[in-house]
Every structure is written in structure tokens, then in C-alpha cells.
């Protein structure tokens, strides 16, 4: 038989997972299928250094505190692997993993969810696969002989030692790698503009909040306030924060384009490399919604809130901001997790 829950989630990282603590609160019968082998998401794949920019009790998905991680304020990715894991253990969340969906159809009753392993129906689908599995490299012209690779391909400093390195991005991925690199590469980082770094004493939970505020202000209507852009860039978490003030962190413009040697700026300097590093983001990995045609100019759906407007009973949860205020964050993503479902409920339970 074809298995039919009333609610497919596509995507068992930690949207997946809070929209999974939801559903189990209203009493939905559904599945969660993810494409992994084992919990914790894109948090299974960070760098080594890689750590949360807030405290572990204001990284929290709905229902359960983050346990604190030894002393220290800032937890690394590893910690946030072992909280999702037993996360889902302590909700007995139906996660099935080692599923690759590969197409979201509408069908007369709903949705026909097609994978590799089997075929589901369900009443209504929450798609929650986030951005990882897509990383955007920017067009530049020109072609390098070295090596170049996306942050989601760096693990650490170690294979990097004596190189010369470019690190590419303004955001928190690049400073975070090229404070990694300090010491142990020679590194350049060049930015689109001059960084921003956060005070000291700001993190995500505060960045959250802000979002928030903004967010709530927009919607009723109110001049906007100034979202999280207008504090900066930069999470100051302690790598980063020693990096810059031991100056190891001055970043220069952005180049123009590669040659086989390495970057090359309007102004004919270029910097020889062995390595480029790009830290340049990521889109939303929405290739299974195809069938549904769905795709707007932007790269996003079409979305009020979570639920996409061209196709009822189907909702985004936790690809960023579009899909609710840092809605792509352990902090943001259970709120917008919470929306979705209240909203799936009423469509099949009538309240």
C-alpha cells in the first residue's frame, strides 16, 4: 500500500524537526523524510571551528532547552549535532532517513510525494530543506589554476598550511574561515564592501529579537524600523573577535576577476594563490517543488508567511527571512514551524 499520512515534511534537519514537535502537539499523523543517514542536518557538515553566534539556551527548538556546553558561551556545531539527535528521540519524531525525495506533485486528494525509496500521499506537505545543499558561486570572469572551493566544502585550517588563500565574502562564513586560517595560511579576504562587524556584546539572540521587532512593525503597517543590516555583518564570536583585534582580519575590495595566478583588482594588482574559499551563501534547495512550477523571478515561492499562495496545503518552513523572521536560525525556525502547522491543522481538522 502506499503509505498516506496526512502530513509529508520534506527535510529531517532542525525545521524539519520543530515542524515535526508541532505536528505531534496536534495530534497529525505524519512522516518526516530526510535525504541523511543519521540526525543534525547541515550542522553534520560544518567546519571544525565552526560554532553558534548565541548561547546554547537561546538556540533552543520548541519544547526543549539547548543543554549548556561545558562553560563555554558559544557551543560548537558538534553539540548542536548531539541536541538534535536527541531531540528527535525524546519526541519520537517519525524521521526516515536515507530518503531522497525527488518530486512534490499535486494530486486530486493533495500530494503525491515521490522518492527514491517509495512513493507517499498526504493531505498537505511541509517542505523544510533548507538552503545547504545549494551553495551559490557568483559569476567572475576569468579561470584560476588553483584549487577553489565553497565554504560547505571546508572542514579546517590543517590541509591549508603554509598556502596562500583568498577567502571571498563579507558575511559571517568568511570571517569565521579567515580568522580559522590565521596563523596557519597566508590569507586574503576580500569582501563586496568594508566589514561590519557586530558590537562585541550583540549575538543571535539579539539579532533575533530585532528581526522580530522588525518583522511584527511590518506587518502592521508601520514605518519600517531597521532590521539586523543596519547593526552589521558580523557575529563577533571569540575566534573572530581575536582575529581582528590582533589585526589578522583586514579585508581589501572585491576583485574583478581570476586569472591562473589568482585574483586580479581594476587597479592591476593581483595576488598570487593556491586557494580560493567561497563564502558567498546559498539558495534554497527547492528542486523536488519543480512539478509544482512554483518558482518566482527571485528563487523563491511565492509565500504568505509559510504557505505558499499558489498551491494550498503546501508551506515553507525555515529558508530564511521570506519564510518568516530568521526562520533559517535553531532560535527563529520553531515560531514559523508553530504558524505552518496551526494553519495545516485547521485545514484538515476544522480548528
Known amino acids: 500500500m502506499t503509505p498516506s499520512p496526512q502530513v509529508v515534511v520534506v527535510g529531517g534537519g532542525q525545521a524539519g524537526l520543530a515542524a515535526g514537535y ?9 512522516v518526516i523524510l530526510d535525504a541523511q543517514t543519521q540526525p543534525g542536518g547541515a550542522w553534520l557538515h560544518g567546519w571544525e571551528s565552526l560554532r553558534l553566534f548565541s548561547p546554547a539556551r537561546f538556540s533552543s527548538l520548541p519544547g526543549w532547552l539547548m543543554p549548556p556546553y561545558r562553560d563555554e558561551w558559544y557551543p560548537p556545531a558538534s553539540h548542536v549535532v548531539d541536541y538534535l539527535t536527541a531531540y528527535e528521540k525524546r519526541y519520537e519524531l517519525p524521521v526516515h532517513r536515507g530518503v531522497t525525495v525527488t518530486a512534490v506533485e499535486s ?12 512513493t507517499w500521499t498526504a493531505k498537505a506537505v511541509i517542505s523544510a530543506t533548507g538552503t545547504w545543499w545549494r551553495p551559490f558561486l557568483p559569476l567572475v570572469p576569468g579561470s584560476f589554476a588553483g584549487r577553489q572551493l565553497h565554504a560547505v566544502d571546508y572542514r579546517g585550517p590543517g590541509e591549508f598550511a603554509g598556502q596562500r588563500v583568498v577567502v571571498v565574502g563579507g558575511g559571517n562564513s568568511g570571517a ?5 586560517l590565521t596563523g596557519i595560511a597566508e590569507v586574503a579576504w576580500a569582501t563586496r564592501r568594508a566589514p561590519r562587524f557586530l558590537p562585541d556584546e550583540v549575538d543571535g539572540h539579539v539579532l533575533f529579537d530585532i528581526a522580530t521587532r522588525r518583522r511584527q512593525a511590518l506587518d502592521r503597517g508601520a514605518a519600517d524600523p531597521g532590521g539586523v543590516a543596519g547593526l552589521g555583518d558580523i557575529v563577533a564570536v571569540p575566534p573572530v573577535r581575536r582575529a581582528r583585534d590582533a589585526g589578522a582580519l583586514n579585508a581589501r ?7 591562473p595566478e ?9 595576488i598570487e594563490a593556491d586557494v580560493v574559499i567561497w563564502c558567498t551563501g546559498f539558495r534554497p534547495e527547492l528542486g523536488h517543488l519543480a512539478p509544482l512550477k512554483l518558482r518566482s523571478t527571485g528563487g523563491h ?6 504557505r505558499a499562495l499558489d498551491v494550498p496545503g503546501l508551506h515553507l518552513v525555515g529558508y530564511g527571512d521570506w519564510t518568516g523572521p530568521a526562520s533559517a536560525t535553531l532560535i527563529g525556525v520553531g515560531r514559523t514551524a508553530r504558524v ?12
Do not use: K
Open 301 to 306: 515561492v511565492r509565500t504568505e508567511g509559510t
Open 253 to 259: 575590495p572585491m576583485f574583478t576577476r581570476l586569472t
Open 262 to 270: 589568482g585574483p586580479l583588482w581594476p587597479d592591476g594588482t593581483t
Open 22 to 30: 508541532y505536528l505531534r502537539r496536534a495530534g497529525l499523523d505524519f
Open 340 to 351: 505552518a502547522v496551526a494553519d495545516i491543522a485547521a485545514q484538515l481538522l476544522g480548528g
Open 176 to 180: 569565521q574561515i579567515a580568522a580559522d
Open 107 to 118: 494530486s486530486a486528494d493533495g500530494f503525491t510525494v515521490t522518492a527514491d525509496t517509495g
